[in-house]
């Protein structure tokens, strides 16, 4: 290699435009201002492009800088390196061609654009902007119909592959098909949320008085010209470690501290996640988790996230494309736990820390290495004397010098001292220098010449300076999971009141002990936790640490359990703990935003509780698990919950829980479920029965039955998820739960809908259901069984009543600040039977029929007046009807499909797109004209989707005025 580096010196030098200088951690090529290189003028001409505010002129950029691209960059080669900046300038042009589409759009060259965009959609079909520039072109040519079918098949891929729907600005486009809109606008390029929200700014707080480090900050600052797009191409991530790995060295301090002195380079936000790879205990975040945060910073909403890992840091790096994003990686363990979070285009930098060097990043991705050593004497008297000020220091230069010596260059243990003396500012210096070396000399049979060894004298000189509750709370806080807490919970571990608490967490935080990262959450450096568990360890007795223990777990079980019943206000079978100790004051969160709000802070301590948890606390392991899984399943944090039911589930089996194990089968199952591994959540679902049965739980075997139908449901076997509903019912019906009977009954109707038999049955059942949930006072349940009624309803072909239906059901969902009924909600990908072999339901009547009413004619009609509709009379087969004879159905029946679309586009909009959707490749529509109005004449094959069901079609003019929201 080096004679390769030689011999190309020696051709550059020739031209006087370029040389190769030498960096730390390999090469880089410096050209000259006056030397052309396509990549750089691309970018130039495209930032011109996004500045212009003309939209011919942008677009002339836009094709000079496009026309400079001759082929796939680097095609012959394939280095670790070279793959990513090919990765990188490959996202760059299909960016800058999506920007040079939206302009043609605008401009009115559809015609031309559309070979472009239709090869260039095939070669992206996952790309939902691209999608829409498809879909208008195709429209605006008058190939609606197209446009339609393209929308479905991207929807469907993206629901196969991501586990996502379209996001609401391609369903818009849809919408504006529907309703012919001629200007409909294109979707615009993923970024922040429809919302403006204001970039992420994750940075912990920055050190007060950060001292030295100068040389380090400068390497550092080096690295901005490329960061800010300018220059060559550096690599977007720095690492920093110590050279013998030695925790406590600042690294954390320095790189927050430089984070924050250049957060202005990059306006586009900057991310922070603590990795917590050395932390005690082994609770050491995870990838997925980390990644699952940084698209919960950047607004993406939780029903966007994909499921696996790949997905999910396929979008993070989509959504930082074409921004300027800091993103500060603290506490990595390894380059495997590193490489998912990294940027993936230029404009970004990543900054990691940790106490390993991580070479195998400088050799695959081009990282920067540095190192950061202990103080030298002079920076640890620099920073003392920021600390204490500079006359203080002066005035005792001798006891400086022996402070600094015994700190061993450690920030950590240097804060600590500086902070135990100005908390004593009358007393001399030389007095702590003297009690330092007396710790130190009784801990010396510990030393053993290490820095992370030498330190604990400084950790036993403070902490011998506390007040005996103090020390107590200390030792105890080494028995808490972290990574952090709040103040209730340090008081259930104490056993003390919040009051006398919070005066002892006041008094730890002033000695540097004990870290309040942010407001209200307090942290303890890993090696004060560490030092804390030896002393709670030596101590402390084992009935002392299980006691506190045990009130600190349940302040967090009877805290989850409480926020979580009013999360899940229908759950049908309470799980309640047993009482929780004296003193571990559990919360009481008073609504549902005080419950999201203690999830969200919480989440990361109850995983970590669930995976540290004692032996003999296997119970608290698995109701914690039960308890958190509302909450994380909402987020999609469906990694994390398959870890914690794996751990519940293992606590379970050692202690032979038999109920723990049931459950913990039930949550992975639900998990499975969810991530579409459907053998594997069946083989769960029916291990929890088998455990279910043996404690002769009927309310544990109606909620399998209950799953079990709907996974058969899922996969088409209607027949077979009817027979799971009916064991349900009898199951709940021993347990005498009304409201779980409700639900069974609800489901019992709707499989006899999808079944296409027994339709006035299924009502029955349903008003069976509803006279069950007002009988109890359920709310949720009565919103849930209105909403059954008005599906069913619908099918009937009594419009009037599914109109009236849905809206009381959205009435009362308002009411309980629920948005949908959970079985709606969308929790997997749906996988259909092939379409010859799925039932087809009953023709979808479109004239009013005996069971509608018009408002004008019944003012006295109520909208929950139970009567029994009689049956609908058959309508005229599609090959006989005529287009006047449409035209008649056109009235009140069409409002009343206009006005059902309206009420439930209105609950599902949160969730997902229109119900009520065009199946694009078998549309078959005719319109003529009278003197009067449109009619529509169909084909017998025309169909149309309504809640997922094949039904016969509607004419276009139902899609047309529900997408106007017309009466």
Known sequence: MRGYLSRLRQALAATGEAVI????????????????????????????????????????LFEQGLRLWRAEPFAAL????????????????????????????????????????????AAHPLDERLAGQLMLALHRNGRSAEALDHYHRTRDRLTRELGIDPGPALREIQTAVLRQDTAPTAVPQPGPPAQPSPPPAQLPLSVAAFTGRDGELAQLDHLLPAAAGAGPVRSAAVVISAVSGTAGVGKTALAVHWAHRVREAFPD???????????????????????????????????????????????????????????????????????????????????????????????TEGAHLLSVDLLNPGQARDLLAGRLGPHRTAAEPAAVDEIVTRCAGLPLALAIVAARADDRLHLPLAVLAGELREAGTRLNAL?????????????????????????????????????????????????LPPARTSTLVTEL??????????????????????????????????????????????????????????????????????????RAAPEEPRDRREALAWFTAENPVILAAIEQAP???????????????????????????????TTALNAAQRANDKAGQANSHHGLALVRTRLDHLDEARAHYELAMELFKELGDHNGQARIHKHLGRLSSDRGHYREALGHAHQASTHYKAAHNMLGQAIALDDIGRYHVRLGDHRQAALSYSWQALALVEEIGNINGQAYTWSSLGYIHHHLGQYGHAIDSHRQAIDLYRKTDDLLPRSHQPHRPRRHPPRRSRPRCRPLRLDPGPGHHRRDQSPGH??????????????????????????????????????????????????????????????????????????????????????????????????????????
Not at 452 to 480: I, N
Not at 521 to 530: E, F, G, M, N, V
Not at 925 to 949: I, M, Y
Request: proline letters at 8%; aromatic letters at 4%.
């Open 21 to 60: 200088d030498r960096q730390p951690g390999g090469y880089v090529l410096a050209t000259a201002g006056t030397v052309t290189v396509d990549m750089h003028s691309f970018r130039r001409l495209a930032a011109q492009a996004r500045a212009a505010g003309d939209d011919i002129r942008a677009a002339a």
């Open 269 to 363: 936000g900057q991310l922070y996640v603590n990795l917590r790879g050395f932390v005690p205990g082994g609770s050491i975040t995870d990838p997925a988790e980390a990644v699952r945060g940084f698209l919960d910073a950047l607004g993406v909403p939780p029903a966007r996230i994909p499921n696996s890992l790949e997905a999910q840091t396929g979008l993070y790096r989509s959504l930082l494309a074409g921004r300027r994003v800091l993103v500060v990686l603290d506490n990595a363990r390894d380059a495997e736990q590193v490489r998912p979070l990294l940027p993936g285009a230029p404009g970004c930098l990543a900054l990691v820390t940790s106490r390993n060097r991580l070479t195998g990043l400088a050799a």
């Open 447 to 495: 030393d053993g010449g290490d820095p992370a060894t030498q330190v604990r004298a400084v950790f036993s000189w403070s902490y011998r300076a506390l007040s005996p509750d103090a020390a107590r709370l200390f030792r105890l806080l080494g028995l808490h999971p972290g990574p952090d807490t709040a103040l209730p919970a340090v008081a259930a571990l104490a056993g």
């Open 615 to 645: 032996a003999g606390f296997e119970t608290h392991t698995w109701r914690l698990a039960t308890a958190v899984a509302t909450s994380l399943s909402r987020q999609g944090r469906w990694p994390a919950l398959a870890a914690a039911h």
């Open 862 to 967: 109520s909208p929950t007046a139970r009567q029994d509709p009689p049956q609908p009379q058959p309508a005229p087969p599609p090959h006989q009807r005529t287009p006047r004879t449409c035209a008649g159905e056109s009235g009140d029946g069409l409002r009343a499909v206009a006005a059902h679309r309206r009420a439930v586009t209105d609950a599902y909009r949160p969730f997902s797109g229109a119900l009520l959707e065009p199946a694009a490749a078998d549309r078959a529509a005719d319109v003529t004209r009278d003197d009067r109005a449109k009619r529509t004449r169909l084909r017998p094959s025309a169909r149309c989707r309504v809640h997922d069901e094949v039904v016969d079609r509607v004419p276009l003019r139902v899609e047309v005025a529900v997408a106007r929201d017309e009466p």
């Open 78 to 121: 394939d280095t670790p390196w070279l793959n990513a900046l090919r990765d990188a300038l490959v996202q760059e042009r299909l960016a800058a061609q999506l920007d040079l589409g939206d302009l043609r759009l605008r401009l009115g060259q559809h015609t031309a654009l559309l070979p472009e965009l239709s090869a260039r959609a």
């Open 509 to 582: 935080t002033r000695g540097n002990l004990l870290t309040e990262h942010t407001p209200g959450r307090y942290a303890l450096h890993d090696l004060l936790r560490i030092y804390a568990t030896e002393l709670v360890t030596t101590q402390d007795n084992d009935a002392t640490r299980r006691a506190a223990a045990h009130r600190m777990l349940d302040h967090y079980l009877h805290t989850a359990h409480a926020a979580d019943a009013l999360l899940t206000p229908r759950r049908r079978v309470p799980i309640s703990p047993a009482p929780a100790q004296p």
